[in-house]
């Protein structure tokens, strides 16, 4: 252990659409919405993480609120930056620190990344501080945090269903043999709600509202065995303009939703027609790990099982597993550099 080594801090970040999480000594110390608040005067980052979701479609015109990543990569080259780099600072173990450590990080991206996409991540993380970046695929640090040994010559199928993209890979050996990125995820299902509010009760919602109406009542089927009690939403009504409440239920977000559910559906039938037989074999005894917050969808996973004929189990804390994964990459460089992108 060099000197160097003394002064290096390790983190794994989880660089997410909606979320961005980071864990530094084992532990999740940043959780936080992947938002940036701006003031369009200055130029100046205001807030980000909690602080700026909670400005989200309440800002005045002098502020501007940004998801930095758009579908999983990179889209506002330099808020991500400034993000990153504040929830960095914002890691009490770093706080303490005289001057900032040298960073070694490993950070996953989504399977379907372009170079290009693969280079901003990188370069971001750079500026950042990191000596030694790594990066890891979405799915393969989701089946690292659920527990599956992933260098077996066992194949495994991984559905990490984030904010922008859902990722579906096929796992053997330490690596991806086939895998499809669609991008039917969180957001879209958000959207979803969004207009079936439009158009079926007149009401005009925003995103925090119909990201808590997904959260408290959304369902992927409408035959749930515990179904949530029906909510009440404010929003503004698009006829008279007045403000307005209405009631409605999980089965009306369940129509609502059932398009988008349908083309993830698809998405996993496919890559079980990719999938060689040997392989095949081995997903038909272990069954499909769900991962990522889009998981949490009630009844999603009776209904991607009923599909399939496969067993379909969710992971425990499915919002933290890549992350979790991407710690333990972290941890053992050793066993998982096959996996690693320098």
Known sequence: ?????????????????????????????????SIVARDRITGKIIAVGREANQMQGKTHENIKTIRPLKDGVI????????????????????????????????????SGITEVEMRAVKESAERVNGKEVYLIHEPMAAAIGIGLDIMQPKGN????????????AVIALGGIVCDKSVKIAGDVFTNDIIYYMRTQHNLYVGETTAENIKIKI???????????????VQGRDLL??????VQITFREIAKALDK???????????TL???????????????????????????????????????????EDPLRAVVRGTGIALKNLERYKSILIK
């Open 1 to 33: 252990m060099g000197f160097f080594d003394f002064l290096t801090e390790e983190i794994a970040i989880d660089l997410g659409t909606a979320n961005t999480l980071i864990i530094h000594n084992d532990k999740v110390v940043v959780d936080s919405p």
């Open 75 to 110: 889209a506002d080259f330099d808020a991500s930056e400034k993000m990153i780099n504040m929830f960095i600072k914002n890691i009490p173990a770093l706080k303490k620190k005289w001057f900032p450590p040298a960073l070694r990080m490993v950070i996953c991206i989504p």
């Open 157 to 168: 199928m991984i559905v990490d269903i984030g904010g922008g993209t859902t990722e579906i």
């Open 218 to 232: 959304g369902s992927a089927t409408e035959d749930l065995q515990s179904p949530p009690d029906e909510m009440s």
């Open 240 to 245: 008279t303009g007045k403000p307005k409440q």
């Open 260 to 270: 988008s559910i349908l083309r993830v559906e698809d998405a996993v039938m496919e």
């Open 273 to 315: 027609s990719q999938t060689p037989p040997e392989l095949a074999a081995d997903i038909y005894n272990t069954g499909i790990y769900l991962a990522g917050g889009g998981s949490m969808l009630r009844g999603l996973d009776r209904r991607l099982s009923q599909k399939t004929d496969l067993p379909v189990y969710i992971a």
